[in-house]
DNA sequence: TTGAAAGCGCTAACAG
DNA sequence: CTGTTAGCGCTTTCAA
């Protein structure tokens, strides 16, 4: 609840605009104008506003403005959830933005879960938000996400909607990235590649699979499916450490191996150190997102660094954007593809 | 905004109560009564209601909800933002719990800056939250939060303000948990013992550094002014990399490390087997927290645990009852200081 | 430049 | 059990 301050009777009451208006001996509208159009008024009557706002240490009632104004001045934020702090630095970027722009962040994880997503579209209906973020590889299947962008512009980060145009992208040429993480690894004279995709069925994970077999193909190299140690459920340790099973069990083991995400590399780098394979000594790894951590690995993990910060940023400016224009029209939504950036460092061994 | 259906000319409108109520041939009391007291109508009533609202697709517009109900389900969740994923699985359990009580979840960065706190402190005022959950060491020193207790109930995780009484506190007891980490140490039978503290001056940080002293004067052991490796500036790999300057400009070195966060100790390590020094061979080293990584660094790291998750849905839920308690008075407040629990694992070694 | 008045969509008394 | 009525606090025509 807003300020209060005592009444005649000594009970807290909360300050509103009259309190404002009486105050500084103006009507309510003029206060609401002083405020909002400070141009609009005569510099007396400003300061008398302000004066009396400073006063009564009035602050205006969000919901009373909302109601009137059918403007929240939020965002909805959408994640996944699964704990992955890969997030960490986008939703800092975002907020940072968006609090910047006068937009509060409203957070949800969707958890892949069909009721938390229902539970969001309704949000979202309410009018409770200006404007959507999805930063998630699985977008929301629920219908109702369908009908949202009639009503609030939407935004994608990470991943797209293939055949869509009514929401702005953010997102990184992923099978672009993959090929040229594996390029380099076959300049380093490593020819016997194994790859460990990330989530099944996710755009992003095949993305990179895809990636990982044009590098491959292009340098006359064969794909072989025992080199591909699929069974990820997420992009996390546990896929990683998962994978290394399969390089054990492997007769003829490949000197490289590119991990559809640092989170996977450090899980399989930590495996096969765990059972005497030396890296980049014995094997290479490669990994995907450059997160805080691939640089304190030992060794440093090599990556493709995404620039989070950076699609955070202009993902938000441009939500900012749209929605600032929303009044007129459907304003146009951008689909923005960001270079990703091979990182050097110590898991990957020159050949011969 | 909220759900539109096409107007009789085919120009979007938004459904309101009053197109329900229409539709149902009821009044707007009554359809605002079959969604907020089903017992209280009769069955035919809600049913005629509930096909109403299905029929025009309505969603009740959370705005008017909040003017009126002087309620708007949300929290505060303040965060400090420094990038630190440390906060990842709090957040996570936050949002589960408060969402699952019918509550969102609006984040905010401090920062440590001042201007951040009063815009958030001013957020409260506008009435825009029925909660606040400060999730920080750096507590905000805004004079405008002092006022904040008295209008929405308001808790802290991991640090407490001392002396203060309005508040539900949810925290480990830092100090007891390091003298702990350190007798650990003195068992495995280290004697010189070292210490990187945290960011300077925050409570949680002299609190470690108060428990590390403990443990030694208990075990008769000297403190040492030149094993207190101060100058850190976050709970993060750069302060550990930092560190590692002073351990290798020590002649006589310590056998083991008690840092005082995980990514210290991280940060630490890696520097020191840069240099050539094996861990735990030559020195060990223990942290404090459990993060993600603790586990998959090598070696895997020795640490106290803090029960971030468990904390996190204990906070909320106090929150929740409190805040549904609000009207009647204010409600008791909490201090729930929750045990660590010394997870074993490599980076510690027995002495002789 | 300013004020009066209407009303955003909803809930809560109060009658009936 | 249901309807009527008032009004939450603000912004925005419309007139003056």
Redesign the interface.
Known sequence: ????EADADGA?R?VTIQDVARRAGVSTATVSRAIALPDRVTEATRAAVFAAIRETGY??????R??RA?S?K?VLVLLP?I???FF??V??AL??VF?EGGY??????TRQSRS?ET?YA??I????VDGVLVVTGNVPRDEEFV?VP???PMSLMFSEIPGTEQFSVFDVDNRGASAEAVRYLIAQGHRRIAHIPGAEGGLEANERLGGYCDALREAGLPIDEALIWRGASNFD?ASGDRAARDFFALADKPTAVFAAADEIA??F??AL?NGGVSIPGDVSVIGFDDT??AV???PALTTMRQPRTEMGRLAAADLLRRMASARDGSPSTSKVRLPCELVVRESVRRMG
Request: hydrophobic share 30%; proline share 7%.
């Open positions: 609840m807003p300020t209060r807290p909360t602050t205006p009632n969000a919901a009373a909302s109601l059918k929240t939020m959830g704990g992955n702090s960490t630095p939703l800092n907020e940072e609090t509060g962040v409203l957070i949800g994880y938390r539970h309704r949000v209906r309410a009018g409770q009908s009639d009503t609030v340790f450090l899980g780098m930590r150190k805080e951590y304190h690995y030992d």
